[in-house]
């Protein structure tokens, strides 16, 4: 695939590291990272649902943003989530992810109430986009309706590209309806879709897709990168299978707890499985069943690795 | 009903009138709750779901119960809605609140997340109370499962009322279902149940509840209040009867554009019906169709009012 002047392949919705206190452990988020990136993340969604955003606060997260980039993570493949309930939040934190030089933002529908219409979420975008004013600004919408209660339909997307061309400028696709990534697909030639899941990257790369953007990346993205790379050879179905049989092991649990579990095996490092309340750390039971099925799939889930 | 110490019957969960620009206009919140207290509101449960408190920033919500405070509002009839996504936002919201001597709190529970297990829900408001710290904090569980996809089923609450007896003192219960209301009723005497609607008002008043916390309060509450003083008289089922229709009649509409478009009518101030995105305004063909639904309920649409 050609790779342009945007991150496009696997890009990593980065979890976010707590201390003890719950506290953003911002030292060990900048080497998450930073690790990432050396194992072959094309680019960092950071802030968003694995990142566990939404439990934290505006403050919280333009800080650990700034800390990112002092920590040499080049703004150029940052996506950081910006999209809150409340407007004064998405604009706050989207004009500061742009004069970050962050190439783009993924933004998140205003998700408390539910039931709203088009018309809402198209004024809700455009009213961030009218007060964030700055022209370099790249918007990709997030539509996760199981989570948000409100999605991104191709009607709306088609009237956010006629008035906003170049600014909207592509989608994370986590509605999990393989149907609904084809038909965007083929509605809107030119438009980033990234399936929210290394399930569909194959499927995608093949209908002109981006990419993906997955939680699962977190503890393997070396082998979705490889699969990138390897698209259009003879390999790459039988590579697509190991990353969907890995995926599916994986979220028949839930997806933050277990990707924190399994960095915290990987890494030796406990701290790493802390999580904030509303979600609730693997319970040991469960966290043996993940391991043994990952075992069974030859995941390298032993493998000493370099970073702490 | 023996209205003790705290503000029980109807309280009212505040618009928030928006300026053109779309900040909040804090003047005409101010003498929006005077008028309502004037009104007969036993007290004000500001930055709810009606007030489209999800759709503010924390900094404007305290900012507008600070200015609610100098304008005159007594603490002691506040329930401010502090339940943000993110745990350090609702300590904020919390602590501010209690440190401004409101007599409670209404607590929505994190609601990105879906599927979080009540040890997760438990785990949020416990760590809240912890950190806010203050004795005379007293909570308001704010169970709307439709809007927050995630609630306080009973033996959730009967753990936080084990753990922390006096702080968690009620619960609103926006279900929209009589029998869970019921069975709260039941499971705990003396915790303070409000439902969500005025239509179930006096059945639990019958069975010992605490009132009613109710959107369309912002735009009838003397009538809610009359049957608050009137439930134990004969008159009382008649009473409930004419609030059940007038509250059908505005339900059948987005319930915060209905009770805005009502507000601008009465108000003569088309600036009341301002909303924020998502929420979008009523159209002119629906605003006529509630308005004659209330006329042929004898709603007192166009009696003049005092306020502005």
Not at 222 to 250: F, K, N, S
Request: glycine share 8%; proline share 7%; charged share 20%.
């Amino acid at each position: 695939m050609s790779l342009d002047r945007y991150p496009r392949g696997v890009l990593v919705p980065a979890l976010t590291p707590f201390h003890a206190d719950l506290s953003v452990d911002e030292d060990r988020l900048v080497a998450h990272c930073r690790w990432l990136l050396d194992e072959g993340a094309n680019g960092l969604a950071v802030f968003g649902t694995t990142s566990e955003a939404n439990s934290l606060s505006t403050g919280e997260r333009m800080a650990a943003l700034e800390r990112l980039i002092e920590g040499g993570i080049p703004p150029g493949v940052l996506m950081p989530g910006t999209g809150c309930c409340a407007l004064p939040d998405t604009v706050a934190l989207t004009r500061h992810a742009a004069a970050h030089d962050c190439f783009g933002v993924l933004m998140l529908p205003p998700f408390y109430y539910k039931g709203v219409s088009d018309d809402g979420i198209f004024a809700t975008i455009a009213e961030v986009i009218e007060r964030v004013g700055n022209r370099r600004l790249r918007i990709y919408l997030y539509h996760i309706p199981a989570l948000a209660g409100a999605g991104f339909s191709l009607p709306l997307i088609e009237r956010l590209l006629t008035e906003y061309p170049g600014v909207v400028a592509g989608l994370k696709d986590s509605s999990g309806d393989w149907k609904n990534t084809q038909a965007l697909l083929a509605a809107f030639p030119g438009f980033e879709v990234f399936p929210g899941s290394e399930t569909y990257l194959l499927d995608g790369l093949r209908l002109g897709g981006a990419g993906c953007i997955s939680a699962t990346a977190n503890v393997h993205v070396g082998a979705i990168r490889a699969l990138v790379e390897a698209w259009e050879t003879p390999a790459a179905d039988a590579m697509q299978q190991q990353l969907t049989a890995v995926r599916a092991a994986i979220e028949k649990f839930p997806l933050v707890a277990a990707n924190k579990a399994i960095l915290a095996e990987l890494r030796d490092a406990s701290g790493w499985a802390v999580v904030r309340p509303p979600l609730r750390p693997l319970a040991a039971e469960a966290r043996e069943r993940l391991f043994a099925a990952l075992d069974a799939l030859r995941f390298p889930l032993h493998t000493p690795h370099s970073m702490a």
